[in-house]
C-alpha cells in the first residue's frame, strides 16, 4: 500500500483527487492550512497543518513514512498576490518540501506546475515539452523556479520526479475568470466573442486527477515533464459547449476588435481580454505516446458536470 501526501488537499484539484483516490488502496495523509475547507469530514482526520509560506510548517514529520508526494499546494495566479509571496510559496516552498522529502526517502515528487512556464502562446504555436521556457509573469516564474528546485534535489539524491503542466483547469469547484464566465452565461448576458476564432487547450479536473493516479503506477515515465490537456476550444465554441450544458443557445455577438480593445483598456480588463482572446495550444502527443493517455470524460460530460455543480452551488448559497 502507497502513503501518499497530498499538499493543498483542500483546493481544487486536491479535493477530486482525494476523492478519487480515497476510494483506492491508499494511506492518504492530507496537507491543508485549514482542513474546515474539506468536504468530506471522515478526511480531515487525516489531516496535517501545511503552511507552503512558512517554512517551519515544511517539516520532516510532514513526509515521514510517505511513499509518493502529489504536490499542489500553491499561490494561485491572483492581482493581489505580491512577487515576493509568489517566490516564497511557488519557488522556496516547493524547494523545502522537495528537500525534506527526500531526505525522508520519498520515492516519488509528482509537481503540478504550469503551461505558462512557455509563455503566453499564439494561434500559429504550439507547445510541446521541448518549446522554450519564456515565462511572462512572476507567477509563471516562480513555478518554473520550483520545477528547477525539484529536478535538481532529484538529481543530487534518489528521489524521482514527475512534472505536469496543465492549462486552465475547469470543473465542479473551478474559481476566477471560468466562474465569472458561468454567471455571465447563468444570466444570459450577450457576450461579444462571436469572431473570436483563437485556440486554447484546456483540461477537466477529473481527467487531470486520473491522470496522476495514472503516473503512480507507470513507473517508465518517471523523471519527465509533461505538457497535458484534454480539448482545444476557441473562446466562441466554449461559450457555445456552456450554454449547451445550461440548456440554451449562445448569446453572443460580433464586435470589432478594435473596439473592444478600446472598451477593456477603459476598464482596466486588458489581461482579462487577452486570456479571452489569444490563443495558447498542447501538443500533448508525449504524454499519449508514454503513458498511452486518454481522457476518461468527454468534454460535453465535462461542461455538464461543471454546470450541474454550478447550478447547486447557486442553490446552496441561496
Not at 492581482?79 to 511557488?90: C, F, T
Not at 473551478?174 to 447563468?186: E, G
Not at 477603459?266 to 508525449?286: A, C, G, Q, T
Request: aromatic share 8%.
Amino acid at each position: 500500500m502507497n502513503s501518499i501526501l497530498i499538499t493543498g488537499a483542500s483546493g481544487f484539484i486536491g479535493q477530486c483527487l482525494l476523492g478519487l483516490l480515497k476510494t483506492k488502496n491508499y494511506k492518504l495523509r492530507l496537507g491543508v492550512r485549514n482542513n474546515s475547507k474539506l468536504i468530506d469530514p471522515e478526511a480531515a482526520r487525516e489531516s496535517v497543518f501545511l503552511d507552503m509560506d512558512s517554512s517551519s510548517s515544511i517539516s520532516e514529520a510532514i513526509v515521514k513514512n510517505i511513499d509518493i508526494v502529489i504536490h499542489l499546494a500553491g499561490q494561485a495566479h491572483d492581482e493581489h498576490a505580491s512577487g515576493k509571496r509568489l517566490y516564497q510559496v511557488n519557488a522556496e516552498g516547493t524547494k523545502k518540501l522537495a528537500e525534506v522529502s527526500e531526505s525522508q526517502g520519498v520515492k516519488l515528487f509528482i509537481y503540478i506546475s504550469t503551461i505558462k512556464v512557455h509563455g503566453s502562446g499564439s494561434l500559429s504555436q504550439m507547445f510541446s515539452e521541448d518549446s522554450l521556457l519564456e515565462p511572462q509573469d512572476d507567477y509563471a516564474n516562480s513555478k518554473l523556479q520550483g520545477e528547477y528546485a525539484l529536478i535538481d534535489i532529484c538529481e543530487k539524491g534518489k528521489m524521482q520526479y514527475v512534472i505536469l503542466r496543465p492549462p486552465l483547469v475547469f470543473g465542479p469547484g473551478v474559481k476566477a475568470n471560468f466562474l465569472k464566465l458561468l454567471s455571465l452565461i447563468d444570466r444570459n448576458y450577450p457576450l461579444p466573442f462571436a469572431n473570436f476564432n483563437n485556440l486554447r487547450s484546456y483540461i477537466y479536473v477529473e481527467n487531470l486527477c486520473h491522470l496522476i493516479e495514472g503516473i503512480i503506477y507507470r513507473k517508465s515515465c518517471r523523471n519527465q515533464i509533461y505538457l497535458v490537456k484534454d480539448c482545444d476550444m476557441s473562446t466562441k465554441d466554449l461559450v457555445s459547449e456552456i450554454s449547451k450544458a445550461f440548456g440554451n443557445p449562445p448569446n453572443i455577438f460580433h464586435m470589432p476588435i478594435i473596439f473592444l480593445k478600446i472598451i477593456v483598456s477603459i476598464f482596466n480588463k486588458k489581461k482579462d481580454f487577452e486570456r479571452l482572446y489569444s490563443s495558447l495550444v498542447i501538443d500533448n502527443s508525449r504524454l499519449q505516446k508514454d503513458l498511452g493517455w486518454v481522457a476518461s470524460v468527454d468534454t460535453s460530460t465535462a461542461m455538464a458536470n461543471t454546470v450541474d455543480w454550478y447550478k447547486q452551488s447557486r442553490k446552496g448559497a441561496n
